[in-house]
């Protein structure tokens, strides 16, 4: 069965640094991409990024890029997702999910992870 | 403001057919195919509708896709009360990568 376990809830501090993770299992890391979603409180899904852990290719969407950073460790089947200075406007529920393809479906998801960053 | 235009909601009886729509542009939707998820609020997304009008196994057959030009369709018949959740298109843009729709929040009435 596939399964993407997500790390539990985070409460921090704006400015302060933050990774989480999404942990498969089920089916073959390295051959299908994760891609990470965020939703905000009351808002819709929004596209953040996605990698192939095979060879970590890593793209982001160009509202994301340089906010945060998208990588996997391949020794434990891990995706994360990270920031270096977190925004009270980073305050969502974030979810991986598998993908197909660079351009495919997501088949796939993790229980998602609440960030909040109180102002 | 996403480049995949939803309406933001939609509704209709049990038993009626609903029909929600996903407008985009070339350089998505008239390039690439179209994937819908359903979400229940409180939960995670479900993947629902693959490559413009596949189903993955375990979704009702009451639920379809279509897409034509610049403009995908999902169309639930048979409304359900469980039915009743936000619905999201998804598809790749050449500029943006990977975008989803502003979401339709289904009600059941």
């Known amino acids: 069965e596939v399964q993407l376990v997500q790390s539990g809830a985070e409460v921090k501090k704006p400015g302060e640094s933050l990774k989480i993770s999404c942990k498969v299992s089920g089916y073959s890391f390295s051959s299908y991409w994760i891609v990470w979603v965020r939703q905000m409180p009351g808002k819709g899904l929004e596209w953040m990024g996605i990698?192939?852990?095979?060879?970590?290719?890593?793209r982001y969407s160009p509202s994301f890029q340089g906010q945060v950073t998208i990588s996997v460790d391949k020794s434990i089947a891990t995706a994360y997702l990270q920031w270096t200075s977190l925004k009270a406007s980073d305050t969502a529920m974030y979810y991986c999910?598998?993908?197909?393809?660079?351009?495919?479906?997501?088949?796939?998801w993790g229980q998602g992870t609440q960030v909040t960053v109180p102002s | 403001q996403s480049v995949l235009t939803q309406p933001p909601s939609a509704s209709g009886t049990p038993g009626q057919r609903v029909t929600i729509s996903c407008s985009g542009s070339a350089s998505n939707i008239g390039s690439y195919t179209v994937n819908w998820y359903q979400q229940v609020p409180g939960t995670a997304p479900k993947l629902l509708i693959s490559k413009n009008n596949q189903r993955p196994s375990g979704v009702p057959d009451r639920f379809s896709g279509s897409k034509s030009g610049t403009t995908a369709s999902l169309a639930i018949s048979g409304l359900q009360s469980e039915d009743e959740a936000d619905y999201y298109c998804?598809?790749?843009?050449?500029?943006?990568?990977?975008?989803f729709g502003g979401g339709t929040k289904l009600t059941v009435l």
């Open positions: 999910a598998r993908s197909a393809g660079l351009r495919g479906w997501f088949d796939s």
């Open positions: 998804a598809t790749w843009d050449d500029s943006l990568n990977g975008v």
């Open positions: 990698i192939f852990p095979g060879d970590s290719d890593t």
